[in-house]
């Protein structure tokens, strides 16, 4: 099949188009590069053999998501493109909301226009908030804390309108726990901008020295060892995820939302000590105040996944760390000294992406 993979040079995304590429789909990437680096191309043409079709588009340009469909034929979309920072979101929720729900319509209106009714959706395990029990089922209360996860709540909420009354129209909304690792081959992996929100970069970051320590956000929580615990799931499982999403899609022709995550829960603690033993290197931490807006302990019920998609993840925590460490020390600085979104450095960098579908939506 042709799949347009709406943020495909992300992390989630360019991994997902390895899995995708092996099980013989057509890719076409289309992505913003604000937030993901244009070599991600260079790095997947390495490890597939070809350079998959990818183009610069930003969801928020309606006319240049209309043009795209135009251009090319789709059987489906895999629609990772959406801002994910929760502090971010929190400074700026308006851009939140624009950037992922209008970007989110803009995909819809021009896949309802070109009559393409297969979409997997990026969704998240933010939708819970903090839960009232775990494992967390999909029926569990929906409760958002910050923009972010309203914006993740709403797209799925929209998506699934669309589901419900266009006969012609079915998506499956995939709720990650926490996704870590890399690529096997260490050719692509995570990179944020900055300084590291999550857990697994922040920790490469220390261990490959750009960073002092780690600071670990609270060391009273109710849980094995007093840290925060989460169910840490390899990109690799993640990934694969997707293809068997539209496996499903297709076979059954009917919407779902499911669960991805390993069932497992892992401390910080243990996740510092699982690096420590992948990298051969010590990561020095210390416990400070907890984070506003934490929870406990969260982890899924991962068992509609595998009755439903017959999926279910494979890789341990050792694996997850193994892979981010090669990665990171493959990659000390990312992608390269890729200058920060919105720079005109960066611009510059986003127009080396080669386009001709682009140049057409610029040309009209
Ligand atoms: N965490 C931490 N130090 C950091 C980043 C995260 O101790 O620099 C903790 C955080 O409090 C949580 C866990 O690591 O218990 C996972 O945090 P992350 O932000 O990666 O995921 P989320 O909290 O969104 O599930």
Not at 69 to 96: M, N, Q, T, W
Not at 129 to 154: F, H, I, M, Q, W
Not at 202 to 211: D, K, M, P
Not at 329 to 353: I, K, L, Q
Request: one cysteine or more; a negative charge.
């Amino acid at each position: 099949m042709r799949i347009l993979v709406c943020g495909g040079a992300g992390f989630i995304g360019s991994h997902t188009c390895t899995v995708l590429a092996e099980r013989g789909h057509e890719l076409v990437i289309a992505d913003s590069f604000v937030n993901s680096s244009p070599r991600v191309e260079g790095r997947l043409e390495a490890i597939l053999g070809h350079a998959p079709a990818c183009h610069r588009v930003d969801l928020l340009d309606r006319g240049a998501v209309a043009a795209l469909f135009a251009c090319e034929r789709f059987d489906a979309v895999i629609h990772f493109a959406a801002l994910k920072a929760v502090g971010e979101s929190c400074e700026r929720p308006l851009d939140y909301f624009d950037n992922n729900i209008a970007g989110t319509i803009h995909l819809l209106q021009a896949m309802r226009a070109a009559g393409v009714g297969r979409l997997v959706f990026s969704s998240s395990a933010t939708v819970y908030g903090d839960p009232d029990t775990v494992p967390v089922c999909e029926d569990a209360a929906l409760r958002v804390s910050n923009p972010y996860g309203r914006s993740k709540l709403v797209m799925e909420q929209l998506i699934g309108d669309l589901c419900t009354y266009d006969p012609g129209f079915q998506a499956v909304n995939l709720r990650y726990f926490n996704p870590v690792g890399a690529h096997p081959s260490g050719l692509i992996g995570e990179d944020p901008g900055g300084i590291p929100g999550n857990l697994m970069p922040y920790i490469c970051q220390v261990a490959v020295g750009r960073r002092e320590r780690l600071e670990v956000f609270g060391g009273d929580w109710p849980t094995v060892d007093g840290t925060g615990v989460r169910d840490y799931i390899h990109v690799m499982d993640l990934a694969r995820a997707h293809a068997d999403a539209l496996d499903f899609l297709f076979r059954e022709r009917r919407s779902a939302t499911v669960n991805l995550g390993t069932g497992r829960g892992t401390s910080v603690l243990q996740l510092v000590r699982a690096f420590g033993r992948a990298s051969g290197r010590e990561i020095p931490h210390r416990i400070v105040a907890r984070r506003a807006g934490d929870v406990a302990e969260v982890y899924a019920d991962p068992s509609l996944a595998r009755s439903l998609l017959g999926w279910q993840a494979e890789l341990d925590i050792d694996a997850m760390c193994r892979d981010a460490w090669r990665w990171q020390s493959m990659n000390p600085d990312g992608y390269g000294d890729e200058p920060a979104a919105g720079t005109a450095a960066h611009a510059t960098a986003s127009r080396r992406v080669p386009d001709q579908v682009s140049e057409a939506i610029a040309g009209g």
